[in-house]
């Protein structure tokens, strides 16, 4: 497939698929952005208004369907994507600097920015700050920011995410891996959880005083759990100690009572996408999890299944009581007979459903 009109390249360059399931990317060294067609291959241009180039910058799906960015080059400024237009509207100041300077010319880095279940915004800087979007009534009005809390210094030096990871957790806070920056002579990470009120410092993976944090990459698993790779073989999972408020889980309303293997069906429900996109780096990778897994576990020996889930109803987050679906493949050589069936979504699964494997 020919790459979008006018882009030099893709590293860098952020996206985010849209409630309607389109891909919408930026250019990172410039303000067009484009919609993707995944049937036809194709781009389309969209975005008029952007008011600075898109590079390290990372885009958060609101609850109203619009994307959130924090400018890495225009101060405190932070800018959204209404789809209905197609245009970019100004999101608010951040209250403080979130961007780096580095001072060495090079295009200043961010950290990642995660939905939390409340629908505010955790945006992590680059410097030692954070800051906290609150969405508005109206998603063409800009909303408003209050600046969290610091991150301290350790190893004797400023901690911060140049480039980093982010999860959403079950519970509804933050894990977030911090660093001094890639321009120090060292590095040495240190994890925290955001939760909403302040910052709880949490235990590191083993090979922490090595890694900066660009190094580093999560995923919210369907366990609840985040797996952390820190670019060598070490795969580290993050457990978390808080639970899910019940209101957050999907919820099955039809499915079939029999299914048979190597077998396609649709199941309904609500909040099947999760209330949050789930995982976030910014620019340099996107590992958004905000889509229903279908898991059923075999009663009699406990052994579990995932089907595969495609053509879902929306990609949007917290849709509330808003009927959802999707299709689920039964795996073709998963055990038969009484089985339970849940919907996951951000880790959170739903109650579970009596089904018969067949």
Known sequence: ?????????????????????????????????????AKAL???PTGTGKIDIFAEEGMTLQRDGTVLVVDTENGTHAE???????????AGSTVVPLPSNDGQGIVPELGPAVLRPDGTTFAIGATHHTAIYHPPVKPTQPGHWTAGPNFPSEHGQTLSEFDGPASLLP?????????PNFFQQQGGADFFEWNGKKLI????????????SFQAYMLLLPTGQVMVTEQTNDIEIYSAKGTANPAWAPTISSVPATISRGSSYVIKGTQFNGLSQGAAYGDDTQSA??????????????HVFYARTHDHSTMGVATGSKPASTHFDVPAHMETGASSLVVVANGIPSKAVAVTVQ
């Open 80 to 90: 959204k994507y209404i789809p209905s237009t197609g245009k970019w509207v100004s």
């Open 201 to 212: 410092k949490v235990t590191d993976i083993p090979n922490a005083e090595s890694l900066f």
């Open 42 to 44: 194709k781009w389309t």
């Open 171 to 179: 519970d509804g806070n933050v894990l977030c891996m911090t660093s």
């Open 1 to 37: 497939m020919n790459p979008p009109s006018g882009f030099s390249q893709i590293g860098d360059a952020p996206s985010v698929i849209l409630s309607n399931g389109t891909l919408l990317m930026g250019d990172a060294f410039g303000t067009d952005a484009v919609l993707f067609n």
């Open 289 to 302: 999890t905000n889509y229903p897994l279908v898991r059923i576990t075999n009663n009699a020996t406990n």
